[in-house]
């Protein structure tokens, strides 16, 4: 079987202060707490992970990748988005049935809190890889956090 990959690396996420330098990236399970710029509910979106200055987002059908610009607040002194960047992934003439399969779970589980979750989202799974099943003839695409 021919295997595709595509290797996310850790890098420090100053927007979300979620990442430490150095630590692995995981693909975090969505229950609710994505988001899209209007504030409506994302439930297409089945995974993600921060990586560095994107976030990476991981549907049934395709991937999508977030770019943030960041500037440091004048007043306080925080990074603040300055813009934003969006890259869809999607493979032409694919399998648009290819299953989306998490694997190697994390011990460790994510906690989320954000204005939209009241009480928050706690136990949210963390996976070391994503699998896109057969998107075509006997070819998987893996993603390996690393």
């Known amino acids: 079987m021919l295997m595709f990959a595509t290797w996310v690396l850790a890098r420090e996420n100053p927007v979300a202060g979620t990442r430490i330098q150095g630590s692995p990236v995981s693909f975090v399970e969505n229950r609710g707490q994505v988001l899209d710029t209007k504030g409506n509910l994302r439930p297409d979106i089945r995974y993600t992970a921060e990586v560095g200055g994107a976030t990476v987002y991981f549907r049934e059908g395709g991937v999508s990748y977030v770019f943030q610009?960041?500037?440091?607040?004048?007043?306080?002194?925080?990074?603040?988005?300055?813009?934003?960047?969006?890259?869809?992934?999607?493979?032409?003439?694919?399998?648009?049935n290819a299953q989306l399969v998490a694997e190697s779970q994390s011990r460790a589980n994510i906690n989320v809190y954000a204005p939209h979750l009241k009480g928050g989202l706690t136990d949210l799974s963390a996976f070391g890889r994503l699998t896109y099943r057969d998107v075509y003839p006997n070819i998987d695409l893996v993603y390996y956090a690393t």
């Open 69 to 96: 610009q960041l500037e440091d607040d004048a007043v306080t002194g925080m990074p603040t988005v300055k813009s934003l960047y969006r890259m869809d992934f999607e493979l032409v003439g694919a399998n648009a």
